[in-house]
């Protein structure tokens, strides 16, 4: 019996819909599986995520390093000075440069000193200063028109002191993200030896991996290529993470010297280690898992947090100081575990990464600075990256050397940290349009506007 046209119609429809759903179906199973082994089909239709796959980044500043080899004779060796200028002391005989372990934790550098000793770590204030700048000054209406969504805090830098204005905290991973950022905001402030020079701002950041308005200028975590009105901070990790083995960032540093001094290089697992939650990019992650399933060079896993395994499949950040590689994979955006990734003395192997912070100018992947390798964004070509650092251990180990040099003891250090924190508040300054007040006429009369940071924690 044959179908009438609007029975093949209908038909048609309902198969459609039925595929579409099927579809939908896989797409979920695939993003919110646990299964490290996934079918092909699964595979295939997984979303690559929220990124764009033709945006990737890639990062070399080398001219910010060769700048800092030129200015010193002991150029990057370890625990030696790895400065970039020289800044006359006060005496004017003597002049200054930036030494690990010296200054590393030296919250106080003066300008001149952040300036001379940390090149390159500016690139992106100065980025987003240059759009800023093609736009118009931000105005205080412009500010005032952000709706101040999940993990969003509008504060304010008066005479030196840090005052929070409005914030929209949801949960305490929320208000422990804000925070540890705001403490670190603070603690850049009140260790600035000039503290009268410090502009007076006001600005809106986020704590969220993805800017609900990343069209607006807002204060973030990290941005891609296209969102040009973000300016970046330094990751709330920098303060401290209230994660399985992490805590305060330069505790953490400190565990990776003391590791190192027990398991030197020559000691460490000749080893590709990687532990990371699947569904946070399921596509990107499985085809590292698929990468490196049964190589002898392979200890890549994946940990179930709320799984009864997850004692026997988590490693700290310090414990993956133990292997000779690292591999690093972003998650729903960008990953927070590369900075920790970089304390190690470690061959780090990364992707072309989508997302931006605000370090990541320094990345160099080839050349005689190369401070880490560069594999395919799906991984195809990392058995043969592993296996040239494998037969070349002493290009494996100068990577691992500048990767130290340049991340761990300097870029990275709570010294770097707090000269960006002030670069970033006086370059803001130089685009914001208004002078903020710390008091305000309202319908009650004059009332002070916002809270200080130490009564708000």
Known sequence: MLLRPSGVLNFLAVTACAMFIALICVMLYGTRSENPSLPSLVKEVLPAGRCLCESSTIFVCDTCLDCAAAATNQGY???????????????KEEEWVFTYPRDANDYGLEEEQCQAAFPGLYEDIERAKRYRRGLGKVSQEELSSFD????????????????????????????EKAIAALSSLHRALVSFPSRSLIPNIEFVFSVEDLPAQPTKPVWGLARRAHDHAIWLMPDFGFWSWDMPSIGAFSEVAAEAVEREEVEPWDEKREKLVWRGKLSYAPKLRHALLDAAKGMSWSDVGQVKWDGPEFEEQFLGPVDQCSYMFIAHAEGRSYSGALKYRQLCRSVILSHELQWIQHHHYLLAHSGPRQNYVLVS?????????????????????????????????????????????????????EVLGWEPELFEEGKAGRRKRGVRFETFV
């Open 77 to 91: 060796a370890h625990g030696g000075n790895i400065s970039t200028s020289a800044v006359k002391a006060e005496d």
């Open 148 to 175: 101040l969504t999940k993990g969003m805090v509008r504060a304010m830098v008066y005479n030196g002191e840090l005052y929070i204005i409005e914030t929209f905290l949801v949960d305490n991973v929320n208000r």
């Open 377 to 429: 964004r799906d991984f195809s070509d990392l058995d043969e990256k592993m296996q040239d650092l494998l037969a070349h251990p002493e290009k494996a180990k100068r990577i691992a050397d500048n990767s130290v040099s340049v991340f761990r003891e300097r870029y990275l250090t709570p010294a770097a940290e707090a000269c960006y924190w002030r670069v970033l508040m006086k370059r803001w300054k």
